[in-house]
């Protein structure tokens, strides 16, 4: 069975919702290397959903974006349980698939906008400058996670 883009698209968005589910529920088990499980996950979803059909300089670019997404996601949904207190049941629950489902509606608009670009090397395409804006309003959003990331704890 050969699935299409928007298939393989789909399947990788809820792939990577149960791999922040579960990476984030599963870090005493992976120690300091959890946050490792989506950046991996996320970068093999994007190159998998999109068919491997890069040239050799977009296969190191078009890896930022996702394995930022699975970096700040997890960063992210562990401070958000982490302030929760994790011993709430089904607030925890709430939080995780609320915040997963605003992770994989971005990485589902990340995969569109890549894959509209990764059309646009071949053809011309009229949707370039709308999927140039979508990767900036995603890196925008991310830089600024970053930085509440790395920032936070600083005190800056």
């Given at each position: 069975?050969?699935?299409?883009?928007?298939?393989?698209?789909?399947?990788?968005?809820?792939?990577?919702?149960?791999?922040?589910?579960?990476?984030?529920?599963?870090?005493?088990?992976?120690?300091?290397?959890?946050?490792?499980?989506?950046?991996?996950?996320?970068?093999?979803?994007?190159?998998?959903?999109?068919?491997?059909?890069?040239?050799?300089?977009?296969?190191?670019?078009?890896?930022?974006?996702?394995?930022?997404?699975?970096?700040?996601?997890?960063?992210?949904?562990?401070?958000?349980?982490?302030?929760?207190g994790q011993g709430r049941?089904?607030?925890?629950?709430?939080?995780?698939?609320?915040?997963?489902?605003?992770?994989?509606?971005?990485?589902?608009?990340?995969?569109?906008?890549?894959?509209?670009?990764?059309?646009?090397?071949?053809?011309?395409?009229?949707?370039?400058k709308a999927a140039l804006?979508?990767?900036?309003?995603?890196g925008l959003i991310l830089?600024?996670?970053?930085?509440?990331?790395?920032?936070?704890?600083?005190?800056?």
């Amino acid at each position: 069975m050969i699935l299409s883009k928007r298939q393989k698209t789909t399947i990788s968005t809820f792939t990577l919702a149960l791999t922040l589910a579960l990476s984030n529920k599963s870090v005493p088990f992976l120690g300091g290397v959890a946050w490792l499980l989506p950046v991996i996950v996320a970068i093999w979803l994007t190159f998998w959903a999109l068919d491997f059909e890069f040239k050799l300089c977009e296969y190191l670019i078009f890896a930022l974006y996702p394995a930022l997404l699975g970096v700040n996601s997890f960063l992210v949904l562990n401070q958000i349980l982490n302030q929760a207190g994790q011993g709430r049941g089904w607030l925890d629950l709430v939080l995780l698939l609320g915040f997963s489902l605003i992770s994989v509606s971005i990485f589902y608009m990340l995969l569109s906008a890549l894959n509209i670009l990764n059309v646009a090397t071949v053809r011309t395409v009229p949707l370039k400058k709308a999927a140039l804006l979508i990767l900036m309003l995603i890196g925008l959003i991310l830089g600024t996670s970053s930085f509440y990331q790395i920032a936070g704890p600083l005190g800056l």
